[in-house]
């Protein structure tokens, strides 16, 4: 129980991180269930897709395709009825969620 707490409270802190940084119109118009529902749907893209696993530069950053991304997220969001989502405001997302990591 205590893991499912920490994991809890650790999705709270992305989520109001990504808020912040999001422009102000998106921060208007998403709700939280939303934005945790985004942040599930990152996640869960990362885990199963090639984007973790892809090679450093030589700085030690990894390239990730944000618009590829989006481009691949958007259609699942619309099914599970988010489509008022476009692919701008999954980058949108995607890129908070990123900083947010950092």
């Known amino acids: 129980m205590d893991e499912f707490m920490q994991d809890a409270a ?29 942040l599930d749907l990152l996640v869960e893209h990362y885990a199963e897709s090639d984007v973790l696993d892809a090679e450093p530069d ?23 009825g988010y489509s008022d989502l476009t692919a701008d405001d999954l980058a949108f997302v995607i890129e908070a969620h990123l900083e947010a990591e950092a």
């Open 58 to 80: 030589a700085d030690g950053y990894v390239n990730i395709d944000v618009d590829k991304i989006a481009a691949d997220l958007l259609p699942t969001a619309h099914k599970e």
């Open 10 to 38: 650790e999705d709270a802190r992305l989520v109001e991180a990504m808020r912040r940084r999001l422009p102000q119109e998106l921060q208007e118009r998403l709700d939280d269930d939303t934005l945790y529902y985004l």
